[in-house]
């Protein structure tokens, strides 16, 4: 295969900017298989990214009847209709900041138990960590219905709390943060454990040695080279908050968010002009802490290993430490296992909350009923 040099004297790399990117193309057309890959990427992103934006973003300025129209947007601004916009967008922005902050402290938990403090368990650990990936996210708002809801077994069954009108339940945000947390918490353990086992030991091991305390390294060196790592996966559960629909259906209460929003425009009010609207209102704030988190990360150097460490890896010696994180990974692991055995006895139970006997019925019903919703499902 021929190269070309990209050295200060190379052609290429003489001329303006445009000419530049000229010869780069001709350069891609010599090649015919990267020009054919380049090409069909291209067709693939306008087809599947750019143009639905593109009628997405639109559709909220244009009317039925083709007319150009910003009346969706104008309302966030009246008396009227914008007092309830404002707090919906609001709230929205609230549980996707919430969610994505608890999601990534909660994954760098169970990163730095595994990686680090040689939790007892580790295989177990990793794969209960991922179980929430495989499964309806909507599937843990129902079981904490279950559990803490109005009838719920532990609310009404066990602690015996009445709840009145106005009073505080499981619905609303504070349900819908603990159940988003805990459905989108593992793409933040995978991403955060990966990079805390490429880490440069030579650089912790560097500064304890000139006795630096446990706290002072962790902040200025360890804390400082996962900042890639926690900024990514801050968007990313920022971005899934936000576009989930399952979890604010079940247990929002109350609250509205916007991805309700949208969906009751176009399933209720068949209003896709709306729809579009809100849809763009939702984008702006992700394209905004994108564009922060980009800022932030780029602005700094961080220098890490991209193939094996150099030396051993670092574990952590203090013991508080140690099983204070341990402690807190088993308890958020016996959590999830509730929540799921919550699921699994609640298809047997007769009628939860108030029978809570054995029973195939709902089994029974699934198999005979149910089998093309299921086929379709699976398929």
Same mark, same amino acid.
């Given at each position: 295969? !021929?190269?070309? +040099?990209?050295? %200060?004297?190379?052609?290429?790399?003489?001329?303006?900017?445009?000419?530049?990117?000229?010869?780069?193309?001709?350069?891609?057309?010599?090649?015919?298989?990267?020009?054919?890959? *380049? *090409?069909? +990427?291209?067709?693939?992103?306008?087809?599947?990214?750019? =143009?639905?934006?593109?009628?997405?973003?639109?559709?909220?300025?244009? +009317?039925?009847?083709?007319?150009?129209?910003?009346?969706?947007?104008?309302?966030?601004?009246?008396?009227?209709?914008?007092?309830?916009?404002?707090?919906?967008?609001?709230?929205?922005?609230?549980?996707?900041?919430?969610?994505?902050?608890?999601?990534?402290?909660?994954? $760098?938990?169970?990163?730095?138990? &595994?990686?680090?403090?040689?939790? %007892?368990?580790?295989? =177990?650990?990793?794969?209960?960590?991922?179980?929430?990936?495989?499964?309806?996210?909507?599937?843990?708002?129902? +079981?904490?219905?279950?559990? $803490?809801?109005?009838?719920?077994?532990?609310?009404?069954?066990?602690?015996?709390?009445?709840?009145?009108?106005?009073?505080?339940?499981?619905?609303?945000?504070? @349900?819908?943060?603990?159940? !988003?947390?805990?459905?989108?918490?593992?793409?933040?353990?995978?991403?955060?454990?990966?990079?805390?086992?490429?880490?440069? %030991?030579?650089?912790?091991?560097?500064?304890?040695?000139? @006795?630096?305390?446990?706290? #002072?390294?962790?902040?200025?060196?360890?804390?400082?080279?996962?900042?890639?790592?926690?900024?990514?996966?801050?968007?990313?559960?920022?971005?899934?908050? *936000?576009?989930?629909?399952?979890?604010?259906?079940?247990?929002?209460?109350?609250?509205?968010?916007?991805?309700? !929003?949208?969906?009751?425009?176009? &399933?209720?009010?068949?209003? #896709?002009?709306?729809?579009?609207?809100?849809?763009?209102?939702?984008?702006? %704030?992700?394209?905004?802490?994108?564009?922060?988190?980009?800022?932030?990360?780029?602005?700094?150097?961080?220098?890490?290993?991209?193939?094996?460490?150099?030396?051993?890896?670092? =574990?952590?010696?203090?013991?508080?430490?140690?099983?204070?994180?341990?402690?807190?990974?088993?308890?958020?692991?016996?959590?999830?296992?509730?929540?799921?055995?919550?699921?699994?006895?609640?298809?047997?139970?007769?009628?939860?909350?108030?029978?809570?006997?054995?029973?195939?019925?709902?089994?029974? *019903?699934?198999?005979?009923?149910?089998?093309?919703?299921?086929?379709?499902?699976?398929?």
């Amino acid at each position: 295969m !021929q190269t070309t +040099s990209s050295s %200060p004297d190379s052609p290429i790399n003489k001329g303006t900017p445009i000419a530049r990117r000229i010869r780069e193309f001709s350069l891609i057309g010599r090649d015919p298989v990267l020009f054919m890959s *380049l *090409l069909l +990427s291209a067709i693939f992103i306008f087809v599947f990214v750019v =143009f639905p934006l593109y009628r997405s973003v639109s559709g909220g300025f244009i +009317s039925k009847d083709g007319a150009w129209d910003v009346t969706y947007f104008a309302r966030y601004f009246d008396d009227y209709y914008g007092p309830n916009l404002r707090k919906a967008f609001f709230d929205t922005m609230l549980m996707g900041l919430l969610s994505a902050t608890a999601g990534t402290l909660v994954g $760098f938990v169970f990163a730095y138990a &595994i990686v680090r403090c040689k939790i %007892p368990g580790r295989n =177990f650990v990793h794969w209960m960590a991922l179980v929430p990936t495989v499964s309806p996210p909507f599937a843990l708002a129902l +079981s904490m219905i279950l559990l $803490f809801g109005r009838n719920g077994l532990i609310t009404r069954k066990l602690l015996g709390i009445e709840f009145v009108q106005g009073m505080n339940d499981i619905y609303g945000l504070d @349900g819908l943060v603990i159940v !988003q947390t805990i459905t989108f918490f593992s793409v933040s353990y995978l991403m955060l454990k990966a990079m805390l086992e490429r880490l440069n %030991p030579a650089m912790e091991e560097a500064a304890a040695s000139m @006795g630096a305390g446990r706290f #002072y390294l962790f902040r200025t060196v360890t804390l400082p080279l996962l900042i890639p790592g926690l900024a990514g996966s801050f968007l990313l559960l920022f971005v899934e908050s *936000l576009a989930d629909l399952g979890n604010p259906l079940f247990i929002a209460g109350n609250k509205t968010v916007l991805s309700a !929003q949208i969906f009751l425009a176009v &399933i209720g009010e068949y209003n #896709y002009q709306k729809a579009s609207a809100m849809s763009l209102v939702l984008i702006i %704030p992700t394209l905004i802490i994108f564009l922060v988190q980009r800022y932030y990360v780029n602005r700094r150097s961080y220098i890490s290993v991209t193939g094996k460490p150099a030396g051993s890896q670092i =574990f952590e010696k203090d013991p508080v430490i140690r099983w204070t994180v341990n402690i807190i990974t088993y308890l958020i692991i016996a959590f999830i296992i509730l929540l799921y055995a919550t699921i699994i006895y609640g298809s047997f139970s007769t009628a939860w909350g108030v029978n809570f006997a054995p029973t195939l019925k709902h089994w029974t *019903l699934t198999v005979t009923r149910g089998v093309e919703a299921i086929l379709d499902t699976t398929f």
